[in-house]
């Protein structure tokens, strides 16, 4: 499927089955990102914790490890620049702590919350047929969108100057409290 949008003119010019149920895979993250960024600043600190245990075998990480530190904005672009998995469960699991207003909520608990809050963001930008089930876009079962409603994703993560600022860089210099990485940008 696909959809070519044009901002300019807030129209679609171009579509191939776009209302066909697909699975969203790690353009989920544009999601999650936006969830996250409702619910947290950007400066705030959080730790990756045994929730990136939780990514499947073979995806797609960041090379984050229990322990790691750093600003939401970093793990933001730990997880939208090598499409880390693991920064998407550690984002989700502090976003959904904070939505629960519990720290002592289980790993579990606080993932669900913040998925439920990101099919009511999905909501929110007025999705038709969507349905997300884990941060990362990892195959689930009833997890899927459509290529129309991902360009309602991506035209609300235009309109945010965060991500923006995160993925149009040509690489992105993570500076966690113990490591400096840099992560370069494939997407020309």
Do not use: W
């Given at each position: ?53 939780l990514i499947s075998q ?83 079962e009833n997890q899927y ?44």
């Amino acid at each position: 499927s696909a959809c070519l949008f044009s901002l300019d003119d807030d129209m679609i010019l171009f579509e191939k089955n776009g209302t066909e149920r697909v699975t969203p895979a790690s353009t989920t993250k544009l999601l999650t990102a936006l969830t996250v960024l409702k619910y947290c600043s950007v400066d705030e600190v959080l730790t990756a914790g045994e929730e990136i245990s939780l990514i499947s075998q073979g995806a797609s990480t960041a090379s984050l490890k229990v322990g790691t530190r750093g600003s939401v904005r970093v793990f933001l672009g730990a997880m939208l620049i090598p499409s880390g998995n693991d920064a998407a469960y550690s984002l989700a699991n502090f976003a959904g702590h904070k939505i629960l207003g519990d720290e002592n909520a289980s790993t579990a608990d606080a993932i669900a919350a913040f998925v439920e809050a990101m099919n009511a963001c999905a909501g929110e930008l007025e999705l038709e047929d969507s349905n997300f089930e884990t941060p990362d876009g990892d195959q689930a079962e009833n997890q899927y969108t459509t290529a129309r409603d991902m360009v309602r994703i991506a035209k609300a993560c235009i309109e945010n100057e965060t991500i923006m600022e995160i993925v149009k860089a040509k690489s992105f210099r993570a500076l966690f409290e113990n490591a400096d990485v840099t992560y370069k940008n494939t997407n020309e």
